[in-house]
RNA sequence: GGCGCUAUCGUCUAACGGUUAGGACAGAGCCCUCUCAAGGCUUAAAUACGGGUUCGAUUCCCGUUAGCGCUACCA
């Protein structure tokens, strides 16, 4: 049984990077009908906040894939201490009275790494109960062997085989002096007791994986299969940080700007995954179906960002498919939030005339605006004068237009019609005859098709603002 | 410093010893066209470096370099 979980920390914003372990989690449940677990890991009291917890689950809940099990480990400290104070009955971790403010002293690294401080690492048994039951606090400490040459190992599922020698790791923390366990304890105990199968989460946790083993031995738990994903980098190599990259990293600000969801899903899973075969834009379903531990390589992948514009180009692209392809009905409908205050039918009609024009959904606001807007704002009347032509001929142009569009049929074909007829009688090109009108309509030159356009505009509306136009010539 | 991981076009990636090193995005050009898009076609662009192993290395091994991660009573 396949039980795989996603447990952010709450002391942030939703990464994309986090994201991206999240998707990665559900797929390989999904794939394997198993469950995923999303566990809030709420253990550092003090960083924690309550706008954190609200960005996960926003964030989580907009990417609109769901979990089958919540837990918060705050709820689960009791837990976390019984498996600790278990490990130390065996004798495998021990008290260690270092006060923290001397602990920088101590560690002073003078060539190699600090392993631990031999006075307390060896101290007897009655001497360390006599000293907390004084009241002295302390730390409690993984007993790391020290008499073996056998290194610690595991196979990770897609970094493979791995091994570390015991004289490489120290002594590291199982309780605070405060008696919360620390996010090794915690986060061990949980798996163990949440049957976690399978630990997919980011390489920078594959060196850590070396100590929670030897949790998992000590606690006589078997070992889970863990899975290392590579980092998500900035274009620059450093990895992502909101102090350094802003709000590039963060999901909101992916939401916000008109993402579909399933877009940056799928743009999140290229990047570190493939699926091999050349498939790139891939449906939910297809993604389950090909997601496996083979098709994760091994190095950090950029997310390719710039000061000039916040997003990687092939999640736009990928949006921008997404957009074009999906009914008009549920496009009109995720465009409605980008257009405040605008009728539900009028953005219906509008959504095919913009829906292979814009990349994102915010672009609604800068593609369509004339359609929405009572007045069109200023406009050069220079941009009026034809390709190849001159005041006059727009001039001309518009107050034959206006005589045509008081009396035509406001539909594509007869519009279409009279227009390139108007066009003929004025022996100009019908892009000559088509230009002025479209600026007067739309106040600029690209714009979407002209009879479309008008036929959204209505008759009154095209004839005010081809008035309004005549008048700046 | 120690330990670990990684290294193919600008970016994401494919090629599990033999390919003219493939695809996608972004870029350039052409076509289509009432503008803008969309679409079609074409094009430029990569195996970090040095040693091995092998008839043959992008691929396996070693070294160098570079990047990243861990080295907390953070997660």
Redesign the pocket.
Known sequence: MVRVRFAP?PTGFLHIGSARTFIFNWLYARHNNGTMVLRI?D??VD?NTQASRDSIFDGLKWLDLGWDELYHQSDRIELHRQVAWKIFEKGLAYRDF???SA?SDT?E?S????LFNPAMRELSNEESQRRADAGE?F?LRFRVPRDSSHPVEFRDAV?GP?S?LPA?I?D??LL???GIP??HMASCADDIDLNISHIIRG??????TFKHVLIFEAAGAALPIFAHL??L?A?D???LSKRKHGPVVSVTTYRDAGFLPHAFVNFLC???W?P?D?R?QMARQELTDAFSFE?I??????V?FTDQDPF???AV?LNAELI?TMPVEELAKQLLPFVPNADPGKILQVTPLIQ??IKLLRDVSTAADFFFLDELPPYDSAELIPQKGDAPMALAVLERAREVLSTVEFKHDALDQALRAAAQDLKIK??QM??PI?VAVCGR???????ETLEVLGRETTLKRINAALALL
């Not at 030159?445 to 009879?451: D, S």
Request: avoid cysteine; glycine fraction near 8%.
């Open positions: 920390s890991d253990t550092d960083r270092t006060p923290a602990e560690k690294r060539g190699g790494p600090w606090p730390v970094y791995q570390k490489d120290e590291f923390a605070r002096s405060n620390t996010y390489q920078d946790h594959l060196t850590n590579p980092l980098i274009p190599g450093s990895k290229l990047l570190g493939s091999k050349n790139e098709g390589n091994h190095s950090n992948a950029v390719n990687d180009p092939k692209w074009r292979e024009r019908p892009g088509f230009q479209r030159k690209n714009a979407p098709p002209l009879f």
